[in-house]
């Protein structure tokens, strides 16, 4: 069956390191993969998209690589801090199909 | 330009009884998707709107319905309310839809509790 998995449990990132969340999927083949994050009682902000025949793909202090093969795509966030804090959401997408969210990954950034 | 609009933000409602949630999407956005969030199964897709169509459907049962205006605003209607659909509802819109590649836009959803 598909399946998306995000760490369940809550990462702890001192301030200042660098922060990485993964998705692993299966049984899908998306041809985007996007992230986003979502604060209490909020709806979920877009961070970043990459598509399938990408490799990696940057804004600012976030990283995304999308490993096809792997089945895998990793979210680095760089020099972290507390307002990072949040809970990010991967989400796939197959051509012209729906959009399939990930649990999410709590992160908490420590001062 | 404005943001993706949900009313209400908060709604209680009784066992039995049914409800009728409200999304206006961004100006010029053809596609309203909708979602519900618990904390146990996370984000689950409901359906999709594109142009007054639904384009997809989740695994919901039928009590769970939607539809689209011409104006591109979207409600979605549950009947026959039951405890296990308390939830964040939630929903969101893009120019062209899921499976484009398109960033969505969410709302900051309708909080319903079901006593």
């Known amino acids: 069956s598909q399946k998306i998995e995000q760490n369940s449990e809550a990462l702890n990132i001192q301030e200042g390191k660098t922060a990485t969340l993964t998705c692993n999927y299966t049984?899908?083949?998306?041809?985007?993969l996007q992230w986003y994050r979502q604060d209490p009682g909020r709806g979920p902000v877009f961070l970043l998209l990459i598509r399938e025949n990408e490799k990696e793909k940057r804004k600012e202090r976030l990283k995304v690589t999308f490993d096809t093969t792997l089945k895998q795509s990793l979210f680095h966030i760089t020099a972290s801090q507390p307002a990072d804090s949040a809970t990010y959401l991967c989400a796939l997408e197959e051509r012209d199909d729906k959009i399939i969210f990930g649990k999410g990954t709590r992160l908490h950034i420590l001062p | 330009k404005a943001g993706v609009t949900q009313t209400p933000r908060y709604l209680i409602k009784t066992r039995g009884q049914q409800v009728t949630l409200s999304c206006s999407p961004i100006?010029?956005?053809?596609?309203v998707s909708w979602y519900q969030q618990t904390p146990g199964q996370g984000l689950q897709f409901l359906f999709e709107y594109f142009s007054e169509t639904q384009r997809n459907k989740g695994n919901f049962p039928g009590r769970f319905s939607g539809r689209q205006f011409s104006n591109s605003r979207s409600e979605m209607n549950v009947s026959t309310l039951e405890l296990g659909d308390s939830a964040l509802y939630l929903c969101a819109s893009s120019p062209l839809g899921a499976g484009t590649g398109q960033p969505q836009h969410f709302g900051d959803g309708t909080r319903l509790s079901i006593l």
């Open positions: 100006s010029g956005h053809r596609s």
């Open positions: 049984n899908y083949s998306p041809a985007y």
